[in-house]
């Protein structure tokens, strides 16, 4: 079920907190709600991904301890739970908010195609990684009904394909010869192919975040023009990640250098100290 994966699924939280509706304890209540949902329905494709790709992970130095490869775990008690982990959140999700059940059945079921099919897709693959991110913050609006913002997606996006990007890189540096019988879609990337997109994708987050924190809709609706001071923290935690990349050959797994790197744990939390300074004092 892979419980330190659901740090990902704090997303939904972003339209709670640059709503300022943080200390509204019905938003809360429901934007925890949502976190929690998101949570099972992911665990619920990871137990069917492990399924799907029980074979190649045996190739991974890592994934092969798993449960499912490692065999500890039998294919049948892992689709019965990974089916039962789905029925429950969705049904919820129902009497919560309709649009929220749409978001969440559209998450489902796009990581379900990505698992079969759309992980060996050139480009797509990495795209489809990103969209997931974008569901989670499009529910996070949804459930708390506040007026999606498009930057709220953009910024989304741009962050989420440079992490994707990256976790392509390590398996394909990492794996080298192995990368193909792990994941086919390795042959369609490069290292230099990679890095030109992480490239791109650095300056494009950078520009769209400061292009946020400096547009005049943002400010007159938030009533502070200071967010522009959260840049330099961007900058540094968008920096150091590629540090953690390309010099100490992480970012195979995001989730676990967000949670096991301190000066990046300690950026993440002034980031978050400052803006909810900025927005709600």
């Not at 499009?138 to 930057?151: D, L």
């Not at 938030?222 to 522009?228: A, E």
């Not at 001071?229 to 953690?244: E, H, Q, S």
């Amino acid at each position: 079920m892979r419980p330190k994966q659901w740090i990902k699924n704090t997303v939904v939280f972003a339209a709670l907190i640059f709503s300022q509706k943080l200390f509204q304890p019905k938003d809360l209540l429901s934007s925890s709600l949502a976190f929690c949902l998101f949570c099972l329905v992911a665990s619920s494709v990871y137990l069917c991904n492990d399924v799907i790709d029980k074979e190649e992970d045996k190739l991974h130095p890592y994934k092969k301890f798993r449960p499912i490869p490692s065999g500890s775990l039998s294919t049948k008690t892992a689709i019965t739970f990974s089916v039962l982990l789905a029925i429950f959140p969705l049904g919820a999700a129902v009497l919560l908010d309709g649009r929220f059940f749409v978001i969440l059945a559209a998450y489902y079921c796009i990581n379900l195609a990505y698992s079969r099919y759309l992980k060996h897709i050139v480009i797509i693959d990495v795209m489809i990684i990103a969209l997931g991110f974008v569901f989670r913050a499009i529910g996070g609006a949804y459930i708390i009904q506040v007026e999606i913002s498009p930057w709220l997606i953009i910024c989304t996006t741009l962050l989420a394909l440079f992490l994707g990007f990256g976790k392509r890189r390590h398996e394909l540096v990492t794996m080298k010869e192995n990368a193909q019988g792990h994941r086919p879609i390795l042959t369609e990337y490069s290292p230099y192919f990679l890095d030109q997109c992480m490239a791109v994708i650095t300056a494009s987050t950078v520009v769209a975040y400061s292009l946020y924190t400096m547009s005049d809709d943002v400010v007159m609706k938030l009533k502070t023009d200071n967010l522009n001071l959260t840049i330099p923290f961007v900058l540094y935690g968008i920096f150091r990640y590629l540090y953690l990349v390309h010099q100490k050959k992480e970012g195979g797994d995001p989730t676990f250098v967000l949670l096991t790197d301190k000066p990046l744990l300690i950026n993440i939390g002034l980031w978050i100290l400052t803006s909810c300074i900025l927005l709600y004092l």
